[in-house]
């Protein structure tokens, strides 16, 4: 006896609709392989209906004074906490996360970062009016950008699509928010709680495919495209925008190094960059994936972080004792897998490297020593739950052998002298350098890279200015 499964939908213009020509798509939850939901496969006329109602209701909503946005904002951020239960158990059947860790590292750093840009929007700077010419005085103005498309990733579906409408609909923005076709479920009740605060077309969500974001970036109403995502996803939207020159926002992947200097304290490094690099099961694009280690202390760190891997735990979401749960999909299962299959002779799995059971998407907590620079596995991100290990001989070659990705995201220096600390941040180019921690964020502080990393900033007042465009106003006195 067939299991129906649950029907999501798109919300435009304030109503939930199904796509217009009805083609759907199976949704799967990553813990048991299993399709639980049909989302609609959004094709252009559900893109052309959600960008006309984020343009109709742009105009209304960029001329609300700030605190009105603030208002609405804050209506938000409370009602995600009234509601958190409910935005935990979408979550955890998009991702198969723990449910535990969901509910205390997910729901209130969400909750955090919507109050910080609900008083962000109150906080739009502009210079003191001046004469820079005679008999002429000149004003400066922050305005919003416009309609907004947005494409969120699978491997934090709610807090990115936090990431992205909070600073728009702050500045004054509308949106139109697409997230990743496997992990749809949570970002359409989030569609219903903000839906219940804004307007109708002020926030609107189409579910669908890679073929919908194209539709949704080359559509000629968005004035600001902005994505999380792959790096080649990254080049695809900013070949696409730059057609009708339309501003692009791009967080896209990351390598992170960590590198360990012989003075460390060894037992705290591995304990924090195990949790740092298996934490979501690697899916995070900050996570301390890439180890450097000081020769002298290279074998005595590679036998302690096999162990921790070791001791590290996989499992269902209701497992209290697990660090993470599945990869997301079937063709990340693949492409982790794909990455240990490959490696060269002269590399040595320490721990892991292998799929844990036959059910879900399941990869062991994996450590990967003996890897040259040149390694496809240093080279290019794997986004799993696997670290590698690399010993330096000393500062400069730590430096290069850091620098030397095309990713350039987050970092971080593992060492109790200052000076050191303070070089490395000067050197190491990274968007983020963490010193003797790695991967805490806090709403105040910018987030995002350099390189093929992409550009643009989330968080901070900084991500704020990244949804607003200035305007010179002068005026005569005569």
Excluded at 35 to 48: C, F, N
Aim: with cysteine; hydrophobic share 45%.
């Amino acid at each position: 006896m067939s299991t129906e499964l649950r029907r999501l939908r798109n919300y435009i213009n304030g109503e939930f609709r199904d796509a217009a020509d009805g083609r759907t798509t199976e949704v799967i939850n990553p813990a048991t392989g299993e399709a639980y939901a049909l989302a609609p496969l959004s094709g252009q006329a559900d893109v052309d209906a959600a960008m006309k109602a984020a343009a109709d209701a742009f105009p209304a909503w960029r001329d609300l004074v700030p605190a009105e946005r603030q208002k609405a904002l804050l209506k938000i951020a409370d009602a995600f906490e009234e509601r958190a239960e409910e935005l935990i158990a979408a979550e955890v059947e998009n991702t198969g996360k723990p449910i535990g860790l969901t509910r205390s590292e997910e729901i209130p750093p969400m909750v955090d970062q919507i109050r910080f840009f609900a008083g962000a929007a109150r906080m739009l700077e502009g210079r003191a009016a001046g004469e820079y010419m005679e008999g002429l005085t000149s004003i400066v103005r922050r305005e919003p950008v416009g309609v907004c498309a947005q494409v969120a990733p699978w491997n934090y579906p709610m807090m990115m699509a936090v990431w992205k409408f909070a600073p728009a609909l702050a500045a004054g923005n509308t949106v139109v928010l697409k997230p990743s076709d496997t992990t749809p479920a949570s970002t359409v009740l989030m569609a219903e709680i903000i839906g219940s605060v804004v307007p109708p077309g002020v926030f609107n969500v189409v579910t669908g495919d890679r073929d919908t974001g194209r539709m949704m970036v080359e559509h000629p109403t968005p004035a600001m495209a902005s994505i999380t995502g792959s790096v080649r996803a990254g080049m695809q939207v900013a070949e696409s925008a730059a057609k009708d020159l339309k501003r692009v926002h791009l967080e896209l992947g990351g390598k992170a190094p960590v590198v360990v200097f012989e003075d460390t304290d060894l037992a705290k490094a591995v304990e924090d960059i195990s949790v740092a690099g298996f934490f979501n099961a690697g899916q995070d694009c900050t996570a301390a994936t890439r180890v450097l280690v000081h020769e002298s202390i290279h074998d005595e760190f590679v036998t302690a972080l096999a162990k921790a891997a070791a001791d590290t735990k996989t499992g269902l979401p209701d497992d209290e004792d697990v660090l993470y749960g599945p990869l997301n999909n079937a063709n990340q299962l693949a492409q982790v897998s794909g990455f240990i299959d490959r490696l060269p002779a002269h590399a040595k799995v320490e721990a892991g490297g292998h799929r844990v059971g036959e059910k879900g998407y399941f990869y062991a907590p994996t450590v990967v020593s003996g890897l040259k620079q040149d390694d496809e596995i240093i080279q290019k991100e794997v986004f799993g739950p696997v670290i590698t290990v690399q010993s330096f001989t000393d500062e400069a070659q730590a430096v290069a052998y850091a620098n030397g990705v095309e990713y350039a995201l987050a970092s971080s220096v593992w060492t109790k002298d200052h000076a050191r600390a303070m070089r490395m941040s000067k050197v190491l180019d990274f968007g983020c350098v963490w010193i003797n921690t790695h991967i805490p964020l806090v709403a105040e502080m910018p987030h995002g890279g350099f390189k093929k990393s992409g550009y643009g900033k989330d968080l901070s007042a900084y991500g704020f200015d990244d949804y607003t465009r200035i305007k010179h106003v002068m005026t005569s006195l005569d």
